[in-house]
C-alpha cells in the first residue's frame, strides 16, 4: 500500500514538473499521448556490472587495485545475474518490455586469445534462447567498457591487433550465439571510456594523459568497428538474415557557462563538437576530425569506416555548463554549486529534459536519414522519488522530438536492476529494481510500475 500512495503521489505531482521547463505550455490540457506503432520499449544492462565473476578481464585487476573504487567495491558476485536469468528476464516481462539490451563479457568468451570458454558460450546461448522464448528482442553490446586482459596487456585500444581480434571474437559471438539476433551495437560511450581511461586515470588503464593521448585509442575503436561492421553484414548477407550494426553515444548538452562570455560561447561550442559529433560524425565520414584550439588537433582518414552505421544509438542522462580561461582552460562547473538539489541526480549531475530535447534535434538534423534509438536514460536516484518525474519529462522530450520529424524508434532505460556503477561502485542507485546486496533479492521500486504501464499501452496521459 505503501508503494502505491508513493506512485501515486509521484504521478500526480510529475504532470506539475513542467512549470520552468520551457518544453511545457501549461495552458494545454491533459491528453493521451501516444508513441510510434512497434516502439522498442527496453531496459538495458552490462554484463560486467551485473554478473560476476568476471575475473579474466581487465576492470578486475582494476577495481581490485587500492583506492580505484569508491568503498573497496568489487564485481565478484555483482547482482549475481549469471546465475539469475530466469529471475531477471521474468523481470523484463513485469515491465512489459519488448526489447532488451544486453552486452556480451569477451573476457568470459575468449579468456586466453583464440580459445572459446564453452560454459560462457552456452550460458549466453541460454540467454538469448529465454529472451526469445519469452518474446523479447535482444540487442547486443558487444564491448561495454572491459576488455580481456590479455587484451589490455597487448596494449588496449592502442595495440595495432585490438581491429583484428575485436572482429574474430565478434564473428564467433554472432555464429556461435546469436545468430538471429537483429541489432548489435559495436562499442558503448567510447568518449567516456577514453576520457575516464586515457585523461582521468579513474578507468583502465588508469593513465593521465593530455587530450592528444585520446587520439590513437580513438582510432583503435573506429578501427574496431570498421572490422566488425564489414564482417558481420557479409556473414548476415550469406545467411540471408539481414542485421544493423550501431553504436551507442554518449551525447551531453553543452552551455556556456555565461552565455555573455564569449569565451564561454566558444567553449561550449568545441565542447559540442568534440566531445558529441566527432566520433559519429568520423563514422558518417570515414575521417576522424578534432578541432579545439590549443588542446587537440587530428584529421585521420580510417579506411571502410564510413556510412558503416545503421542506427543511431543515443545514450543521455544529463548537461553541462563550460567555463574557459586562458590560466585553467576548458572547465565544466559543478552543478552542486549551481543548482537546486531536486535538480540533480544522486551522482550530481543536472537533470536536464530540455537538453535531451536539442540533443534529439542536433542528432535528427546532422543524421537525417538515421532511425535513433535510445540506448540509454537513466537516473541515480536511491529514495526513487525522482525517476518518475525524470522519466516522464524525457519521454515528453522524445514525443517533441518525434514532432520535429526526428525518427526515435526506441527507449532503454538505465537500467533494470541496480548494479555495479564503475569507479562510484554500488553506491549509486539506477535500477527500476532495488537490489539489496546482501540477500541479492530483487524489488520492484514504484517507477517500475510507472514505466510498466507506459509500455504496456504505447502512451500514457500527460501534457505536450
Not at 553490446?141 to 587484451?151: A, D, G, M, N
Not at 587537440?296 to 567555463?323: C, V, W
Request: hydrophobic fraction near 40%.
Amino acid at each position: 500500500m505503501k508503494a502505491f500512495i508513493k506512485i501515486f503521489f509521484i504521478t500526480v505531482v510529475v504532470f506539475c514538473s513542467f512549470k520552468n521547463n520551457s518544453l511545457a505550455i501549461s495552458q494545454k490540457k491533459m491528453q493521451w499521448l501516444s508513441f510510434p506503432k512497434d516502439f522498442k520499449w527496453c531496459a538495458a544492462t552490462a554484463a560486467h556490472q551485473i554478473e560476476g565473476n568476471n575475473k579474466n578481464s581487465d576492470w578486475w585487476l582494476w577495481e581490485n587495485q587500492s583506492g580505484t573504487i569508491k568503498n573497496g567495491d568489487n564485481t565478484e558476485i555483482a547482482a549475481d545475474h549469471w546465475n539469475k536469468l530466469k529471475e531477471d528476464i521474468d523481470l523484463l516481462g513485469q515491465l512489459n518490455l519488448n526489447t532488451y539490451r544486453l552486452s556480451i563479457e569477451w573476457a568470459k568468451i575468449e579468456p586466453t586469445q583464440g580459445q572459446w570458454d564453452p560454459e560462457a558460450v552456452a550460458h549466453y546461448q541460454t540467454e538469448i534462447r529465454m529472451l526469445s522464448d519469452a518474446g523479447i528482442a535482444p540487442l547486443i553490446t558487444l564491448q561495454h567498457f572491459t576488455l580481456p586482459q590479455w587484451v589490455a596487456q597487448n596494449g588496449g585500444w592502442n595495440w595495432n591487433g585490438i581491429a583484428d581480434a575485436f572482429a574474430k571474437y565478434s564473428e564467433f559471438v554472432y555464429t556461435q550465439i546469436a545468430p538471429q539476433v537483429q541489432d548489435w551495437i559495436t562499442l558503448n560511450e567510447p568518449m567516456v571510456l577514453v576520457f575516464a581511461g586515457y585523461l582521468e586515470g579513474i578507468f583502465p588503464p588508469g593513465l593521465k594523459g593530455k587530450f592528444p593521448d585520446i587520439i590513437a585509442p580513438i582510432t583503435g575503436m573506429l578501427k574496431a568497428h570498421a572490422a566488425v561492421y564489414k564482417k558481420l553484414h557479409l556473414l548476415a548477407e550469406k545467411s540471408d538474415q539481414p542485421i544493423r550494426i550501431g553504436f551507442a553515444h554518449h551525447l551531453r548538452k553543452m552551455y556556456p557557462a555565461n552565455s555573455l562570455n564569449p569565451l564561454d560561447l566558444l567553449a561550449a561550442h568545441y565542447a559540442n563538437e568534440a566531445w558529441n559529433w566527432a566520433f559519429p560524425n568520423a563514422i558518417k565520414t570515414g575521417r576522424l576530425i578534432f578541432s579545439v584550439p590549443f588542446t587537440l588537433s587530428a584529421n585521420i582518414e580510417i579506411p571502410d569506416l564510413k556510412g558503416t552505421q545503421d542506427f543511431f544509438g543515443l545514450n543521455y542522462y544529463s548537461s553541462d555548463k563550460i567555463h574557459y580561461s586562458f590560466s585553467d582552460g576548458f572547465k565544466r562547473l559543478d552543478p552542486k554549486t549551481e543548482l537546486h538539489e531536486k535538480n540533480i541526480t544522486d551522482l550530481g549531475w543536472t537533470i536536464d529534459p530540455k537538453g535531451f530535447y536539442d540533443i534529439l534535434k542536433q542528432t535528427k538534423n546532422r543524421f537525417p536519414d538515421l532511425s535513433i534509438l535510445i540506448t540509454e536514460n537513466g537516473i541515480a536516484d536511491a529514495t526513487d522519488f525522482k525517476r518518475i518525474p525524470f522519466i516522464h519529462d524525457h519521454l515528453i522530450a522524445i514525443l517533441h522530438a518525434i514532432d520535429k520529424g526526428a525518427k526515435i524508434e526506441g527507449y532503454c532505460h538505465w537500467s533494470l536492476i541496480d548494479n555495479f556503477e564503475w569507479a562510484e561502485g554500488y553506491t549509486p542507485r539506477f535500477g527500476l529494481f532495488e537490489v539489496n546486496y546482501s540477500t541479492l533479492e530483487r524489488t520492484p521500486r514504484p517507477s517500475a510500475t510507472y514505466l510498466s504501464k507506459i509500455a504496456k499501452d504505447n502512451g500514457f496521459i500527460g501534457k505536450k
